[in-house]
């Protein structure tokens, strides 16, 4: 009934929030993207300090095994860049397996954007990398600086080459967090396939070493920078150190343009593959 003054009373009940679409995604994902940094380190005694000394710490091994096999002949600054990247990358992997069969109860019970778990995944580490990048610019700076030189002047093209490498990382984690639902020994097979990536990228070498054991054979360098971690880390060091240099070819080039292809195709695959994980999980 209207009072006499002609306005209704205002309702005691308050209204949901109604968000566009977009926005609400957005809100999901940041909150996935904080519990997994939150959950990562819960309960560690160092916290976020593992995601600087963990590469640290490995890219000190292999420089002091590789100089003790093989003499002073590689660099340390670019042993560090590549074991960064790489981790980066291996533990992209290792979230995204598990970005769907860890939160089946979520996936079961709630209507959402599925993509958005391993998205978050992969962003939680880029996070945790580009905050690694601090630690690696002083060490690499502080390397450089014994040796009378700096940072290259193509360092701006740094976020350019980031980019290309979180695509890749969303890329593979979109593939492997839907295959795991469907095929739960994917897990044990990428364990022994990034052992086996870790080796043929050059993480501890560059390609420089590469062409000189492959002179007779040029074929195989082509063929090699079609890993698209190969042009990645060559483009980290070259944005990094005045030494390195970016071979501008038509298969570095390709190797770079992969993993844009390699998107398309998993976000393709992923919307597939996501109407029956319910059933799978």
């Known amino acids: 009934m209207t009072p006499p003054g002609g306005e209704r009373p205002p309702s005691a009940e308050v209204p949901p929030r109604s968000y566009p679409p977009g926005r609400a995604a957005c809100e999901l994902l940041a909150n996935l993207i904080g519990r997994e940094l939150k959950a990562r380190y819960k309960g560690s005694a160092l916290g976020f300090l593992w995601a600087l000394l963990t590469p640290l710490f490995m890219a000190a091994i292999y420089v002091f095994f590789l100089r003790l096999l093989a003499g002073r002949g590689v660099p340390v600054e670019e042993v560090i860049i590549g074991v960064f990247a790489w981790t980066f990358t291996a533990q992209s992997v290792q979230g995204g397996l598990t ?8 996936v079961k019970k709630v209507a959402f954007r599925r993509a958005l778990l391993p998205t978050a995944t992969t962003a939680a580490n880029a996070v945790n990398y580009l905050l690694s990048l601090v630690v690696q610019f002083l060490v690499v700076g502080w390397l450089l600086a014994r040796q009378g030189s700096f940072f290259s002047a193509w360092t701006v093209a740094l976020p350019a080459v980031f980019v290309v490498h979180a695509v890749l990382n969303l890329a593979l984690a979109l593939l492997l967090s839907a295959a795991n639902v469907y095929f739960r020994d994917t897990q044990h097979l990428v364990g022994v396939g990034l052992s086996a990536w870790f080796f043929v990228s050059p993480v501890m ?54 993993p844009w292809a390699l998107l398309l195709v998993a976000a393709a695959v992923f919307r597939r593959a996501q109407r029956n994980f319910a059933d799978w999980l």
């Open 99 to 106: 970005a769907i069969t860890g939160h089946a109860n979520l």
């Open 205 to 258: 070498y560059n390609l420089a070493l590469l062409e000189r054991w492959s002179a007779a054979r040029p074929w195989l360098v082509r063929l090699y920078a079609l890993n698209p971690l190969a042009p990645i880390l060559t483009a980290y060091r070259a944005a990094l150190l005045p030494g390195a240099a970016f071979p501008w070819n038509g298969w570095m080039l390709a190797g770079l343009a992969l």
